[in-house]
């Protein structure tokens, strides 16, 4: 290798890592909120600010109605703020996470989970019709997810 050719590339080693944020550094630019599956990678991604709510709805598995998971975007991670379900049968707990009682709302029941969850894991059913709820808008995770295939949601 020529003396020009090492000293570039030093030179363009030397920029690649003053221009690389390390591990604890701020975030550039938007937030994303992203899905992905271990074997194939993103398979949805879209800007969230902080603070910003979604939701996460699904069938019940064994209840068989539709239970809504309420999410905001924090950073590096996801809070979730509670669960709204039309079913409330055998194996529920009386009260929420916190400890507060569960509340009867024109749209079922609301339970409060405040939680932070670095990565939220999930495992695809195409029967459970998994749909997360962005900006107004459905999408349909469950047809862009295998089914049986697990997936993750994150802010990153």
Do not use: C
């Not at 003396?3 to 030093?10: D, L, P």
């Not at 080693?13 to 992203?34: F, K």
């Not at 709302?105 to 998994?130: C, D, K, Q, W």
């Amino acid at each position: 290798m020529s003396r020009f050719t090492r000293r570039t590339a030093a030179l363009l080693v030397l920029l690649l890592m003053a221009t690389t944020p390390g591990p604890g550094a701020a975030r550039r630019g938007p937030a994303l909120l992203e899905v992905r599956t271990v074997g194939r990678g993103v398979v949805w991604q879209a800007p969230i600010a902080d603070g910003e709510r979604f939701e996460l709805t699904f069938t019940h598995s064994v209840e068989h109605s539709r239970w809504i998971h309420h999410y905001t975007a924090v950073p590096g991670a996801v809070a979730q703020i509670g669960s709204t379900f039309t079913a409330f049968g055998a194996g529920m707990p009386p009260t929420a996470s916190d400890g507060a009682p569960l509340v009867r709302t024109a749209h079922g029941y609301f339970a409060a989970a405040p939680m932070r969850i670095p990565v939220l894991r999930m495992l695809n059913s195409r029967a459970a019709e998994v749909t997360l709820g962005y900006r107004g808008r459905p999408v349909a995770l469950g047809l862009l997810v295998d089914d049986f295939e697990a997936f993750e949601i994150r802010v990153r």
